[in-house]
């Protein structure tokens, strides 16, 4: 591990991983000799430190300026040395080692490598190192290592690498993982590496948890037409499961006869388990994982409902950059298992209602409906290839409003069945759901982005 120079630090500083061939990493422990300080009395800050800063902090003052570029971080006594690790990955930046003392060392950060994010536990919550899940950002297409010895510090522990998110090896393209039988005590933390082969590591550490009341997956009361699946209530549809969870945050693994489900609860999130034949006997199985580190296995059979349609408002232009009214445009999508006739449904605005026309909509079909005068312009994200215009002499009383407007697509007998709520976005932005499955009444399941106009919504970040 090399010495920082001369210019950039007043007391010895060597990096993890070393630096000698290139500048320091974004993921780096750094070790300053264990006279420096104690630990918890050195401090990262993001950019140079001014004597006027350095003056407030050797009095036990911290500016809120300066506190806003203080860094998260742990430290440690290693033999001979302080080490600092900061607990985020660091962008590319001058920074600052800073006592009561004055200034002890400044590096920069001048090397980005590929993150191995950890995926469970999540890496802004602590929890058990009783099985961790780390994998390659879904635009990568590198080589995840799964193998090898992973040291954790303080304490030295060792544990083994391999694929995939369990011991069956699923998703071991992106991921791999490591299980541990040690319990972390009170107060005990365990730090990874910082790097591994050539990736850097989410450096995001494993600490204790306390049990809160109510928190920890209790298993839920399921009501009438509920199917128990694990800790949660599941509802059964014709091609899917609602399963309402536990409060906690759950990490699930759900297989069935054609795929399998990695996905993290939280906050009584419902999950949804899709891909499932319609009017057909199913099997699912699996296990729940929580933060501190109990498992709870399942395993359900069950018959699915007969076929239906499901039509839903997938997304929206209101606020266009081009020509208003004429630009804008409303997704819809058939998210079920039998064709929809559009004829038996009209759109709602604040303005009253608009009868569609009598088109039909295969299954996992998209249609967008416009007025007769719609044409793509030079300023908005065209209709995807061999995108379904539906056109509608009216598209709302007097178009989309650019300030938010609750959509509901309203069925023969005048129930609701799909809403996109009244959010207000930027020009050339589109209100869409984050997954078809996304409950009406959630804000938080839509988002503003760029246009998708008769193809899938962007996907968030996926899990494994």
Request: charged share 20%.
């Amino acid at each position: 591990m090399p010495e920082a120079g001369p210019d950039d630090a007043s007391v010895s500083v060597q990096f993890e991983p070393s630096a000698v061939a290139e500048p320091v990493a974004n993921v780096v422990h750094v070790h300053l000799p264990s006279s420096a300080s104690s630990p918890g009395a050195v401090l990262l800050f993001e950019g140079a430190l001014s004597s006027y800063y350095l003056g407030k902090f050797k009095h036990g003052e911290v500016p809120s300026a300066l506190a806003d570029r203080q860094w998260p971080q742990v430290s440690w006594r290693s033999a001979a040395d302080l080490v600092i690790a900061p607990l985020r990955p660091l962008p590319l930046d001058l920074y600052s080692l800073v006592s009561v003392d004055g200034l002890l060392a400044e590096f920069t950060v001048g090397t980005v490598r590929p993150l191995l994010e950890r995926f469970w536990p999540p890496a802004n919550t602590a929890g058990s190192p009783q099985l961790a899940i780390y994998c390659r950002p879904l635009a990568s297409m590198a080589e995840v290592p799964s193998s090898g010895s992973l040291r954790f510090e303080p304490g030295s522990f060792s544990v083994e690498l391999a694929p995939g998110i369990d011991e069956s090896g699923l998703f071991a393209e992106r991921c791999s993982h490591f299980e541990s039988e040690h319990v972390l005590a009170p107060g005990e933390i365990w730090v990874p590496p910082p790097v591994l082969g050539e990736w850097a590591l989410s450096p995001a550490v494993f600490a204790p948890i306390e049990s809160v009341a109510g928190e920890p997956s209790d298993v839920l009361g399921c009501g009438a037409g509920e199917l128990a699946l694990g800790p949660g209530c599941a509802s059964v549809a014709d091609d899917r499961l609602t399963v309402r969870t536990p409060r906690s945050v759950l990490l699930w693994i759900v297989h069935t006869a054609r795929g399998a489900l990695v996905q993290i609860s939280a906050g009584g999130q419902p999950l949804i388990i899709d891909g499932l034949r319609p009017d057909a006997l199913e099997r699912l199985w699996g296990n729940t994982h929580e933060l501190m580190g109990a498992t709870r296995e399942f395993e359900v059979e069950l018959h699915t409902a007969p076929a239906r349609e499901r039509p839903i408002l997938n997304e929206a232009l209101a606020d266009a950059l081009g020509p208003e009214p004429q630009s804008e445009w409303v997704e819809l999508l058939n998210d079920g298992t039998l064709a929809v006739d559009l004829g038996s449904y009209s759109l709602q605005d604040s303005g009253g209602r608009t009868p569609l026309p009598h088109v039909t909509l295969a299954p996992h079909e998209y249609a967008l409906l416009v007025r007769d005068d719609f044409a793509p312009n030079g300023s908005d994200v065209p209709p995807g290839a061999g995108a379904r215009l539906v056109r509608l002499p009216a598209l709302g009383k007097s178009g989309l409003s650019n300030a938010g407007e609750r959509l509901s697509l309203v069925d023969s007998a005048g129930v609701e069945r799909s809403v996109l709520p009244a959010l207000a976005g930027k020009p050339g932005q589109s209100l869409a759901r984050l997954t078809p499955a996304s409950a009406d009444d959630d804000p938080k399941a839509f988002r503003f982005g760029t246009p998708t106009p008769g193809v899938a919504n962007e996907a968030p970040a996926p899990a494994p």
